[in-house]
């Protein structure tokens, strides 16, 4: 009662984009140049190919607190990104700067290191790639880990490891490298989200499987205003993402800084089918939020 009944959805399943509705975007760069190649779009056209890749230019990305930032791409970061493109290569530098050149951890724009270039671009895209493809990928960030990449660098604006990178950009192949290196799995971000939290908003399927079953991933870390994975995943309804929380123990009753617990979510958004596992799993219809709402009352005023 209280839960508006649709029609079970025929819409094909969202490809993992590398975005979500609470903050996650994806890094938009002007420039034409792609770390994917052009020819292998496997995306369809619903959507413009350009917000589903993660593109790459030799400028700063970004500009933190309207201040430009000077550090450039340096060949180890082209070479993560494997960029053959002569006309954007740095001039081989002279002198000192050859050691600067040669760092493993040298950092580019944003803070960003040639393993979080690594992590999120080039093959291991859930959509396909062959296992060929995948390995080589891996292979890179296998390298840069043996040469010394500290795995735990964070990037400037958004606090994101090379973990988080790897889930939000879907790419499994990278996570699970990286795991195998000893990545932190509950490393927070700038708002307090791990990389599970990212793997749920980006609805990474292959990188969220290999989070949950990883021992050490915290499956109810709360993000600064309180929100777990399982929080995020009712609220965002995605697909599949609650049940398999629940299944690996996560707490159904765990609530945000606001009071309301994950059915308290799927109640605001009309998500029945997470309504309806959370209820079979013993979550608490009754609980009050912060403004003594319960979960039957947001569904009744949502419609």
């Not at 699970?176 to 509950?186: V, Y």
């Amino acid at each position: 009662e209280g839960f508006k009944v649709t029609e079970p959805s025929k819409k094909k399943r969202r490809e993992p984009v590398g975005e979500d509705s609470v903050g996650l975007k994806p890094l938009k760069i002007a420039s034409d140049l792609s770390l994917m190649d052009d020819n292998q779009n496997e995306w369809g056209d619903e959507e413009p190919s350009d917000t589903k890749r993660f593109r790459f230019e030799e400028q700063a990305m970004l500009n933190l607190d309207d201040q430009s930032d000077h550090r450039q791409w340096t060949q180890q970061h082209l070479d993560a990104a494997d960029i053959r493109i002569p006309s954007i290569a740095p001039t081989p530098p002279q002198g000192e700067i050859d050691i600067d050149c040669m760092d493993v951890n040298v950092r580019g724009p944003d803070g960003f290191t040639p393993l979080m270039i690594a992590s999120c671009s080039g093959g291991g895209l859930e959509t396909g790639n062959s296992e060929e493809e995948e390995d080589a990928s891996a292979n890179v960030i296998s390298d840069f880990i043996y040469q010394g990449a500290i795995l735990h660098n964070q990037t400037d604006r958004t606090g994101e490891t090379a973990l988080h990178l790897a889930a939000r950009y879907a790419r499994s192949d990278a996570a699970k490298r990286l795991l195998e290196a000893s990545a932190d799995a509950n490393t927070q971000d700038n708002m307090g989200r791990t990389p599970l939290h990212a793997a749920v908003a980006a609805d990474a399927q292959g990188v969220f499987q290999i989070l949950i079953r990883n021992r050490a991933t915290d499956l109810d870390a709360r993000m600064h205003d309180g929100t777990t994975p399982l929080i995020l995943a009712a609220r965002l309804a995605v697909e599949g993402m609650v049940e398999e929380l629940i299944n690996c123990h996560a707490d159904v009753d765990a609530i945000d800084d606001f009071g309301k617990s994950a059915l308290h979510w799927a109640a605001a958004v009309n998500n029945v089918e997470a309504a309806i596992v959370l209820l079979k799993n013993g979550a608490n219809k009754d609980m009050q939020n912060n403004k003594e709402e319960t979960p039957l009352f947001l569904a009744a005023r949502e419609g």
